[in-house]
Structure formats: C-alpha cells, structure tokens
C-alpha cells in the first residue's frame, strides 16, 4: 500500500476543536484515489444540554439543518491544500485512463 498522506490544518482561532484533517489515499491495487476531509462536530455544549440534545435526536426532533463546525483555513495552508488535491486529481486522471485502456483494450 503507499503512503497514506494525513495533514491537519488548525483554524486561525487556534483552538483544538477547530480543526480538521485531510487525508490523502494514494491509488492502490486497482481502487482510484481517494481524499477524506474530517472535522469534529460543535461540542461545546455542557453535559445537560448534550443530554437534552440527545434525547431530542433518539426521538426524531433534530436540528433543522444538522450539527455544523467551521473551520477558518489560514492562507498559509492554502497550498498544502492545492497539493494534495491535486495529487488527488493526477491520480484519479491516471486511473480512469487505465481503466478505459483496460476496458478499451488500446491507449485512449
């Protein structure tokens, strides 16, 4: 398997629950690229408010537009971004060139 790219980019708040991870996985045994981008969801709330939001999500009530977080990506994490995705982008032209040639039975 290559090499699994992970990067996290903090928010300019710099604070640990602002923060997401971008993770690159390489074309590998026939799979096409792959970029997973994760953040954690607000939490900030205290333990009865989450108990109440619970109970609230268990019974069908949930917020009209889901649980969102944000992150305010500062410039200097623009190009960590541009790189990897497009080193996501080259490999997954790559694979749908295979692909078509091994379905194609020629180079396209």
């Known amino acids: ?5 992970s990067h996290y980019i903090e928010c300019s708040c710099h604070s640990i629950n602002h923060t997401i991870n971008i993770t690159h996985y390489p074309n590998d045994n026939g799979y096409p690229s792959e970029v997973l981008i994760t953040t954690q969801l607000a939490d900030g709330y205290g333990i009865f408010r989450r108990i109440w939001l ?16 944000e992150v305010i990506i500062s410039p200097k994490d623009y190009t960590k971004m541009i790189d990897i995705f ?23």
């Open 54 to 69: 619970s109970l609230k999500y268990i019974f069908g009530k949930t917020i009209k537009y889901g649980h969102w977080a």
């Open 86 to 108: 497009t080193q996501a982008q080259r490999e997954q032209e790559e694979y749908v060139k295979k692909i078509k040639v091994d379905y194609l039975g020629k180079d396209c």
């Open 1 to 5: 398997m290559k090499d699994i790219n």
